[in-house]
């Protein structure tokens, strides 16, 4: 019998965007400044970046008053700065492990 499954292991990677930028950042002080359409101007938010969902763009914030806020970050982020220190950033890689039973 061979059973197949997922499993998780870190790697390193060089942050090359925005969204890898964000993964990096989580736990640190970040600004995000974004806009809601070409019409609007743009906007800025700063907080502890609590979460990233890489899938649907999804990132919350703490703010200085401890509010939450959830920002879309699918099409309207311009820029993100961050407290990192570094160009690399922990990374999660999966892989798919076989096993065979007798």
């Given amino acids: ?3 197949l499954r997922d499993d998780t292991v ?8 925005t969204s890898d930028m964000l993964k990096a950042s989580i736990g640190k002080n970040v600004t995000l400044r ?8 743009i906007r800025e938010i700063s ?7 890489q899938t ?5 914030l ?3 008053d401890n509010k939450i806020n959830l920002l879309q ?10 407290d990192i220190i570094s160009e690399k950033f ?9 096993r065979g039973y007798h």
């Fill in 10 to 17: 870190k790697k390193s990677a060089i942050i090359e965007s």
């Fill in 47 to 53: 907080g502890q970046l609590m979460s990233f969902n």
């Fill in 56 to 60: 649907t763009g999804a990132v919350k």
């Fill in 34 to 41: 974004y806009m809601h359409s070409k019409e609007m101007p």
């Fill in 73 to 82: 970050t699918a099409t309207n982020l311009i820029e993100v700065t961050s």
């Fill in 62 to 64: 703490k703010g200085g």
């Fill in 90 to 98: 922990s990374a999660d890689s999966v892989y798919r492990m076989m």
């Fill in 1 to 3: 019998m061979i059973s």
